[in-house]
């Protein structure tokens, strides 16, 4: 039996970012949990073709293989920075490019960052929607971030750490079988 594929997508081009340190950190604990194989991918990780691309067949081969691999996956962790209180166009361009189906049922992590406080509630107001019209299974802790919450683009703040504990937790409604095996062999 192979291992649930999870994969991850942060929002943004920027190489570092606090968005994708966000959602390897929660796909490193999910691995760690439930035994996952974790992919990340930025906007970066899609190439050129994704801004001119209007439907998916218009995409490269790279950016092509990446959706493929988004909407293949057992369970997603999203993550988007915040941009004037949204995710950014690129990021909504990426996701319009997945057929609704595609993500029915899915279990989906959302997660955001931002500078402040400010934008705390994107991941309710902006990303839950979103998901909620492909009828994904957006799990119910939100996860969001502030700059306070990083230090040297690791996470570091506690109260985010147990956010990310709880959310992680909350996959085992779709991935009971790890905690089984790890219960019987102690």
């Known amino acids: 039996m192979s291992a649930p594929k999870l994969v991850g ?32 991918y930025d906007l970066a990780d899609l190439g050129a073709s994704l801004g001119q ?44 490019l997945i057929d609704p189906h595609e993500l029915r049922a899915k279990p989906i992590i959302i997660t955001a960052t931002g500078g402040g406080d400010r934008h705390a509630l994107m991941v309710e107001h902006q990303l839950r929607p979103l998901f ?13 971030a502030s700059d306070r919450d990083f230090t040297d683009h690791k996470v570091s703040s506690e109260p985010l750490s147990k956010r990310i504990d709880e959310v992680v937790g909350e996959l085992a409604a779709f ?12």
Do not use: C
């Open 9 to 40: 997508l942060a929002g943004s081009f920027n190489r570092p970012s606090k968005t994708y340190a966000l959602v390897q950190h929660v796909a490193d604990l999910a691995a760690g949990q439930y035994g996952f194989d974790n992919t990340i």
């Open 132 to 144: 909620g019209f492909f009828m994904a299974h957006t799990l119910p802790t939100a996860v969001y």
């Open 53 to 96: 691309a209007q439907w998916r067949k218009d995409l490269d081969h790279t950016a092509s293989r990446v959706i493929d691999d988004i909407v293949s996956a057992d369970a997603l962790i999203i993550g988007s920075p915040t941009y004037k209180g949204s995710y950014p166009g690129l990021f909504k361009h990426v996701i319009d």
């Open 175 to 186: 991935f009971p079988v790890k905690r089984a095996v790890l219960a019987a062999a102690e």
